[in-house]
């Protein structure tokens, strides 16, 4: 009896599990602030001037740009739609949110690609490698979006750059996942072609892997874009800024109007992104 | 002192090599090593060489080791143990840069599936050797020209593989091996994936280019035809083992054992044997300036009942009977021209069983021309009738 009494409490004591998470970003923070520090100091940077890029035409101007960028991407009828969406949002003054969140998306997007494509080549090279992000991938696929805040709070504080930390580590599984697959995918004897004409391993890579596996690659950035647009609204929950931010607030003070015209501001642009670079 | 000495050379793939090498120098055959060490035989214990300026023909069944030993040579794949010699330098010995740059500077590899960069156009395919050696842009661009003009590309530079037909795309595999000049041209089963005509048009292409340019060649079939049309010598391999070596005749004839023999079996040489091996010089010709009576008087004289019509530069016309001639001598409203008939043809390659077909039920010689139309010789039905006798095994 005393035994089963013992294993009950045991089971029963709560596992510290928190602590040691607490003790563990603790460690990190104290030990890698300079590194982070600098990578957040990046990250902003980068918004700053993409968003100092985008506000630098009249919004007309850059309403035009789109429609025309959209004509010759797709057809006439999507650059219709792009100038009356966009005209839509500059009409309802949501225009300077609207350059913060392409500016944020922007930003999520090339992070997401600079770090996700040499990640997905040098998984399709190594075994290792490829055994080591495999779960961590299936793990970041499954696990719900919100659950990334919660890092990025902790490790950068409120803010636009916890905003595109967190997207960017939701959304870059794609690129890893394609890229790799893109390259496993290139034919054994085209490589053996290029080892037996004498070609080094960046030779290999340059001329045979890489553009054999550009169609799965350009599927990856695609799908990149799709999930940093749908990290807006989410990312305002960590101080982002952009149109995701006066959803939150409407959805807090039940302004039924505000939310709206946000909400509309949100799902325009996602519309335009994913009709001018998605698939068809 | 060959171009290329391989001595002992084996390959084993699995875990367990050493081992399993050991087993086989123990005499152990590929199964009992695959069952007993789990490790598979690519090659096993082959020594050859390959004489400067020879097309030396590696034939074997699927399986038998032929990809894994050609990949050997240029050490595509990684031998377990044994030695190759190109130019009495060992390449087992080379380090990865030595290796590379030997790889530039010597070898040409032609593939099975063309192995082309889909993307890459046919003028940038053929590039690819040159840009590796890093050889200037207009040089690089001039050569590739020339390689492309050589195996009959010219015109089709700016066009992707995908545009191409698969001998058209071969053609390209081939220029890009030329392009760079290399001395050994590694080719594993080139032809392969062709449908038949254009395989005898690459191989003829092979070996008119081969006398062209003098270079040494491994080639890779699993076609005794192609073996014995293209091979200055032939191995042949089995189980990963070379079990025999030899030229035409001594393949054909001396069937070292049953595998060998069964190989060669439906090559008989009814098969062997073409056109062009047993075609006789036709002993009079009639040319266009020759009018009915020279016609006739030839065939007096010759003894014959009909004559083969040629232009000046021997372009095949046709063929005349004696009764026809006969009749243009005694009718003046009938031409000459008008009498000159059409038969059957046969090709320089065409084999005896053919022949045989075409010639049962012709009462004249059989003309053998070219592709240009010219007329090569004749064969009579006695001659291809006392070749099949001969070979005795005519009996299907
Ligand atoms: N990479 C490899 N791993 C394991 N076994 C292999 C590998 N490559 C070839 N083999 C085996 O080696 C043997 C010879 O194959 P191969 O050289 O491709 O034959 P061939 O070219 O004559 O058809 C076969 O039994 C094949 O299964
Ligand atoms: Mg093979």
């Known amino acids: 009896m005393i035994k089963v009494n013992n294993v009950l409490q045991l089971i029963s004591t709560k596992i510290p599990i928190g602590n040691w998470v607490e003790v563990l970003v603790n460690f990190l923070i104290n030990n890698f602030s300079g590194p982070l520090e600098g990578f957040a100091g990046i990250i902003e940077w980068m918004v700053n001037n993409f968003e100092a890029l985008l506000s630098y035409f009249h919004p007309l101007v850059f309403i035009l740009i789109f429609a025309i960028l959209a004509w010759r991407l797709k057809n006439y009828k999507l650059s219709i739609f792009v100038a009356l969406g966009l005209g839509l949002v500059f009409n309802l003054q949501m225009w300077d949110p609207l350059l913060t969140t392409l500016a944020s998306i922007i930003t999520s997007v090339v992070v997401a690609l600079i770090i996700g494509i040499p990640i997905g080549i040098i998984k399709a090279h190594s075994i290792t490698v490829d055994l080591i992000t495999r779960p961590i991938l299936d793990f970041m696929q499954t696990i719900p979006p919100f659950v990334y805040l919660i890092p990025a709070l902790m490790f950068f504080g409120l803010g636009t750059v916890s905003g595109v930390i967190a997207t960017v580590v939701f959304a870059i599984a794609p690129p890893i996942r394609l890229t790799y697959l893109g390259i496993q995918q290139v034919d054994d004897e085209l490589k053996e072609a290029g080892h037996a004409f004498g070609a080094n391993w960046w030779e290999i890579l340059m001329k045979i892997e890489l553009p054999g ?9 695609n799908q990149c874009i799709m999930l940093s647009l749908s990290m807006v609204v989410i990312a305002a929950m960590i101080g982002a800024g952009g149109l995701g931010k006066p959803v939150l607030r409407s959805l807090n003070v039940v302004d039924i109007g505000l939310g709206f015209e946000a909400g509309l501001g949100v799902v325009i642009i996602a519309m335009v992104l994913d009709r001018m670079f998605g698939r068809e | 002192m060959g171009k290329i000495e391989v001595r002992n050379l084996y390959k084993i793939f699995g875990n367990k090599r050493q081992k399993a090498l050991e087993m086989l120098k123990n005499g152990y055959t590929k199964q009992e090593v695959l069952k007993k060490n789990n490790s598979t035989v690519g090659v096993d214990d082959a020594s050859f ?3 400067d300026g020879e097309i030396f023909v590696i034939m ?11 990949r050997c040579v240029n050490r595509l794949i990684e031998p377990t143990a044994g030695s190759i010699k190109v130019d009495g330098q060992e390449v087992l010995g080379f380090d990865k840069k030595e290796l590379r740059e030997f790889r530039e500077k010597e070898f040409g590899m032609v ?3 063309f192995a082309l960069l889909p993307h890459r156009t046919v003028l940038e395919n053929a590039m690819f050797g040159l840009e590796i050696q ?17 195996v009959g590309l010219d015109g089709w530079e700016d066009q992707y593989p995908e545009q191409l037909s698969g001998g058209m795309q071969q053609r390209v595999g081939l220029a890009r091996a030329l392009a760079v000049d290399p001395e050994i041209l590694l080719m594993d089963e080139p032809f392969s994936a062709l449908d038949p005509l254009i395989k005898k048009e690459m191989q003829s292409k092979l070996l008119d280019l081969y006398e062209e340019m003098e270079r040494t060649i491994l080639f890779i079939t699993h076609d005794l035809d192609e073996a014995l049309k293209l091979g200055d010598r032939i191995a042949i391999m089995k189980e990963g083992k070379i079990i025999q070596i030899g030229d ?10 049953d595998y060998v023999e069964n190989f060669v079996e439906d090559v008989n040489r009814s098969r062997v044997l073409t056109a062009k091996d047993i075609m006789t010089k036709a002993i009079a010709l009639l040319y266009p300036q020759d009018g009915p009576r020279t016609a006739l008087h030839k065939m007096k004289k010759n003894n014959l009942n009909s ?5 000046k530069d021997k372009k095949y016309r046709g063929i005349v009977y004696i009764e026809d001639v006969v009749d243009v001598i005694n009718n003046d409203e009938l031409e000459f021209e008008d009498i000159i008939k059409n038969i059957t043809k046969a090709d320089p390659e065409d084999n ?19 592709e240009d139309d010219k007329l090569l010789g004749i064969i009579v039905k006695t001659n291809v009738l006392a070749n099949l006798a001969s070979e005795g095994k005519f009996d299907q």
């Open chain 2, 248 to 257: 035409h005749e001594e393949i054909l004839t001396e069937a070292t054992n």
């Open chain 1, 213 to 221: 596996a550009m169609p799965s690659i350009m599927m990856g950035i």
């Open chain 2, 134 to 150: 890093k050889v200037e842009k207009q040089q690089r661009i001039k050569r590739s020209k020339e390689a492309l003009n050589a």
């Open chain 2, 307 to 311: 004559l083969f019509v040629v232009n």
């Open chain 2, 111 to 113: 593939f099975q599936n």
């Open chain 2, 60 to 70: 074997g069944l699927s399986g038998s080791g032929k990809s894994t030993l050609i």
């Open chain 2, 352 to 370: 005896l069983r053919k022949l045989f077909a075409d010639i049962a039920d012709l009462n004249v010689p059989l003309p053998v021309t070219d």
């Open chain 2, 49 to 51: 060489e390959v004489e």
